[in-house]
Structure formats: C-alpha cells, structure tokens
C-alpha cells in the first residue's frame, strides 16, 4: 500500500509540472496585451511599458517561469491586472462558491444514480430500466449549458420556482464568512433563512452540474449490477433462501459499487472543469466565472492559477480514489 501511495505522489509530482509547463507556455503564446489593458485605452507607451515592468512581463520567459513557480511555492499565485488584486486573495473568495456547488452536485449525483442504477438491473428489459436508460443517455449527450438554459426558461421564466442566478437575493445580506460556503455558514451562525434560500438559489445549477455525473454513474452501476447479479456465488445465494434485498445490498452492490466509486471520483474532479458554462450562465461568482473574465481580459495569472487550481483538485481526487480502492480491493495495491 505504502509503495502504490509512493508511486502514485510521484507521477501526480510529475503531472502538476507538466501542467505548470503547458498552461504558462500556452497563456504567455496567447494573443493580447494584459499591461496594455491594464493601463487603459487612453495610455501611452510609457505607461504600458511601466505596467510590463511592474508585472514582470518584460522579463524573458524562462526567468518568467522560474519566478512563478518560485511564489508558487511560496504561496503567491501572482497578481491579477483584471482585478488589481493578488490572484491567492481572488482564489479565496472565488473557490468556496464553486466547491459548494461542486458538493451538492455530485452528493445529487450519488443519492440518485446508485439507487437508479440498482433498480435498473433488477428489473433489466422493462419499462423502468427503458425509463433509466434513456435518462442516462441523455445526461451524457445534452450539454450541461444548453441544460442549464433550458431549466432557466421553465422552471426560472416560466414557472417562477427557482431564481434564475446568483447564490442569494439582492437584498439577503450574506452569513458570517466562516468557510466561504453559504449553506454551511449559514448554518453556523444559525441563520436558517439564508440556509435554505442559498439552497433555493443552488437548485437548478446543481441539477444541470450534476446530470453528466448522475448519467455516468447510473450507466457503470446498472452495467456492474448485472454481471454481479449473474455470477456463481449470487446463484447460490438464491440457492439457500437468501432474501432478494439482502443479496442486492450485502453482495451485489458492493461488489458493483468498486467501479462505481472510480467513476464518482472521476466526475466529482470533471466537475470542478465544468463550472466555467454553468457558472456562466447562472451567474454563480466561483472560480469558473472569475476564470472566464480573465480570459476575456487577457489575465494570465488568474488563468494559469484556476487552471492549476482545477488540475490539482483532479489529481488529487483521483489519487485519493486510488488508495481507497486499494483498501476495498487488495488487487489492486498488487498491480501498483
């Protein structure tokens, strides 16, 4: 266990430079002039020549690099021209919104996926499992903007239900900053109107962020549910007067939920990538929203930061996958 730990601490090392390398390189390749658009439309040369020394984009790209890996280390994650602020300071106010959507999301996902998946392999070929299947064909087909759209006009425009973005009212001042995440702090200060109002306001883009993942993980659960329900040892559970639900939740799903939980693990990290559309079209202040301003302002620091942010949260969730997998299945850890 200790060595696959070890193998894996090193690749994932590995990985985080490659991605340092490619983000720097392609955002520094990029069009635009971030210090021209800091300094305004009305600046001279000089003043954009004082905003590149003043942000180091004068220096050669190497010395760049070196720098910024070093207050990598350091904690500094440089500073953002769109929003003159340290990009560490943004990243601070910005992830605890996303994190959250990204919890309920994915929480969604699991609470009704599994048990999906399971009654669809128990009644395999019928009109519940058709129903299912066709679910979860469609949540890994429809894009998750065109999705988020379509919930907007219905249940925001149309039926009034659910607000249609933002993570509160206008006029609801927010809870104590504690971890950032509304219904939590919320929670803490015991302000149970801004609990359930920050979730009224989660509803929609939670579904639409979770539908890929519900999809997913209805898909792989169903197909390990079946093939678990048709082997020799399930045959002779049957064989000794074992009750149905005992057979399907002591031995079936958990053996099918090994793969299940590989593919939790694989969409609770794509999701984090997935905020930039939803949080876009729901008008949710994370860092998805914060990344997409900074691409359309030329920001390079806040693009290389989210992107570096959004790497290493999938690398670290599939690492952490890895270990727990290696603990539910010990043929695993041999292959390590």
Same mark, same amino acid.
């Given at each position: 266990?200790?060595?696959? +730990?070890?193998?894996?601490?090193?690749?994932?090392?590995?990985?985080?430079?490659?991605?340092?390398?490619? /983000?720097?390189?392609?955002?520094?390749?990029?069009?635009?002039?971030?210090? *021209?658009?800091?300094?305004?439309?009305?600046?001279?040369?000089?003043?954009?020549?004082?905003?590149?020394?003043?942000?180091?984009? #004068?220096?050669?790209?190497?010395?760049?690099?070196?720098?910024?890996?070093?207050?990598?280390?350091?904690?500094?994650?440089?500073?953002?021209?769109?929003?003159?602020?340290?990009? *560490?300071?943004?990243?601070?106010? %910005?992830?605890?919104?996303?994190?959250?959507?990204?919890? %309920?999301? $994915?929480?969604?996902?699991?609470?009704? @996926?599994?048990?999906?998946?399971?009654?669809?392999? !128990?009644?395999? =070929?019928?009109?519940?499992?058709?129903?299912?299947?066709? !679910?979860?064909?469609?949540?890994?087909?429809?894009?998750?903007?065109?999705? @988020?759209?379509?919930?907007?006009? %219905?249940?925001?425009?149309?039926?009034?239900?659910?607000?249609?973005? @933002?993570?509160?009212?206008?006029?609801?001042?927010?809870?104590?900053?504690? /971890?950032?995440?509304?219904?939590?702090?919320?929670?803490?200060?015991?302000?149970? =109107?801004?609990?359930?109002?920050?979730?009224?306001?989660?509803?929609?883009?939670? $579904?639409?962020?979770?539908?890929?993942?519900?999809?997913? +993980?209805?898909?792989?659960?169903?197909?390990?549910?079946?093939?678990?329900?048709?082997?020799?040892?399930?045959?002779?559970?049957?064989?000794?007067?074992?009750?149905?639900?005992?057979?399907?939740?002591?031995?079936?799903?958990? =053996?099918?939920?090994?793969?299940?939980? *590989?593919?939790?693990?694989?969409?609770?990290?794509?999701?984090? @990538?997935?905020?930039?559309? $939803?949080?876009?079209?729901?008008?949710?202040?994370?860092?998805?929203? %914060?990344?997409?301003?900074?691409? &359309?302002?030329?920001?390079?620091?806040? !693009?290389?930061?989210? &992107?570096?942010?959004?790497?290493?949260?999938?690398?670290?969730? =599939?690492?952490?996958?890895?270990?727990?997998?290696? $603990?539910? #299945?010990?043929?695993?850890?041999?292959?390590?």
């Amino acid at each position: 266990m200790l060595q696959m +730990i070890g193998k894996r601490s090193i690749l994932m090392l590995g990985m985080l430079l490659g991605l340092l390398v490619i /983000t720097f390189s392609i955002s520094h390749i990029a069009p635009g002039d971030p210090a *021209a658009l800091a300094a305004g439309p009305d600046a001279t040369q000089e003043m954009i020549d004082q905003v590149r020394e003043e942000y180091g984009f #004068d220096k050669p790209l190497v010395e760049q690099f070196v720098i910024y890996v070093g207050g990598i280390f350091e904690g500094d994650l440089g500073r953002s021209v769109y929003t003159t602020r340290p990009v *560490a300071q943004d990243l601070m106010v %910005y992830f605890p919104a996303t994190l959250e959507l990204v919890i %309920y999301s $994915i929480l969604f996902a699991i609470i009704l @996926g599994v048990p999906m998946g399971v009654i669809s392999a !128990v009644k395999q =070929n019928g009109w519940v499992d058709n129903l299912v299947r066709f !679910v979860s064909s469609s949540g890994v087909g429809l894009p998750m903007f065109w999705l @988020g759209l379509m919930l907007q006009l %219905y249940f925001g425009l149309q039926l009034g239900w659910f607000p249609l973005g @933002g993570r509160l009212d206008l006029m609801t001042d927010p809870p104590t900053t504690i /971890t950032g995440m509304y219904t939590i702090d919320a929670l803490l200060t015991l302000k149970f =109107n801004v609990f359930f109002e920050a979730l009224h306001h989660m509803v929609l883009p939670a $579904i639409a962020l979770s539908f890929p993942a519900l999809a997913s +993980i209805v898909r792989v659960n169903r197909a390990e549910m079946i093939e678990t329900l048709s082997l020799d040892y399930m045959t002779n559970a049957r064989a000794q007067g074992i009750s149905k639900f005992r057979m399907i939740a002591a031995y079936a799903l958990k =053996n099918a939920m090994l793969p299940t939980l *590989a593919i939790i693990g694989l969409r609770f990290g794509w999701m984090l @990538g997935g905020t930039v559309l $939803i949080e876009s079209v729901f008008d949710w202040p994370g860092v998805g929203l %914060y990344a997409l301003q900074a691409v &359309t302002a030329s920001d390079f620091e806040p !693009v290389m930061a989210v &992107t570096l942010i959004l790497g290493a949260w999938f690398m670290l969730t =599939n690492f952490l996958i890895d270990i727990i997998y290696g $603990i539910l #299945d010990p043929r695993v850890r041999g292959r390590a």
